[in-house]
């Protein structure tokens, strides 16, 4: 069955760096595009960046746009969000999900998600 | 970016009910609309897809219709499972974006 569990996620101070992960497995990861989605808390649902399955393409929400990179290693099954100059409006849940085929923007599996917290 | 607006924000309701949440988009985005469940500590989970594809494993009581800017997601003899958040979400265009939720409690 389709798995998707994040790590990386902790407290950082605001202008900090973190790095977080998405360990994918039961599917051809490599076959798939991969999003990055989070929630505030109390807030709804932000996407903030998609990378296709041949990492030939990746598109940021325009608030994450200039500070966040997303990657994905196809031989080793995982996803990453590289979180740089962090805010503290970046504090939520974030989670990897699946897109439904190479380069879709329908999330058909998601991940429990990691918290991240930033915070002086 | 396309706008998504839920409504209602919440609503109440009992076991057995029948829920209705409408969903706008800014723009005509065909049929290209996706609903999401939302419980707290679990994965969210696809619901309906390309506006009334019901995903793999999805109960028949949840349904969905609409096209354009106008959506629908229906749920029939409302379980006890089915207390949960809800979401639409475009993906006509990138930015991928969500409606604001709609508690079921």
């Known amino acids: 069955q389709v798995q998707l569990v994040e790590s990386g996620g902790g407290v950082v101070q605001p202008g900090r760096s973190l790095r977080l992960s998405c360990a994918a497995s039961?599917?051809?990861?490599?076959?798939?595009?991969m999003h990055w989605v989070r929630q505030a808390p109390g807030k709804g649902l932000e996407w903030v960046a998609v990378?296709?399955?041949?990492?030939?393409?990746?598109y940021y929400a325009d608030s994450v746009k200039g500070r966040f990179t997303i990657s994905r290693d196809n031989d080793k099954n995982t996803l990453f969000l590289q979180m740089n100059s962090l805010r503290v409006e970046d504090t939520a849940l974030y989670s990897c999900?699946?897109?439904?085929?190479?380069?879709?923007?329908?999330?058909?599996?998601w991940g429990q998600g990691t918290r991240v917290t930033v915070s002086s | 970016d396309i706008q998504m607006t839920q409504s209602p924000s919440s609503l109440s309701a009992s076991v057995r009910d029948r829920v209705t949440i409408t969903c706008r988009a800014s723009q005509s985005i065909s049929d290209y609309l996706n609903w999401y469940q939302l419980k707290p500590g679990k994965a969210p989970k696809l619901l309906i897809s390309a506006a009334s594809s019901l995903h793999s494993g999805v109960p028949s009581r949840f349904s969905g219709s609409g096209s354009g800017t106008e959506f629908t997601l229906t749920i029939v003899n409302l379980q006890p499972e089915d207390f949960a958040t809800y979401y639409c979400q475009q993906s006509f265009l990138i930015p991928p974006t969500f409606g604001g939720g709609t508690k079921v409690e």
């Open positions: 990378m296709w399955s041949d990492g030939s393409n990746a």
């Open positions: 039961g599917f051809t990861f490599s076959s798939y595009g």
């Open positions: 999900a699946r897109a439904e085929d190479f380069g879709g923007n329908t999330l058909d599996y």
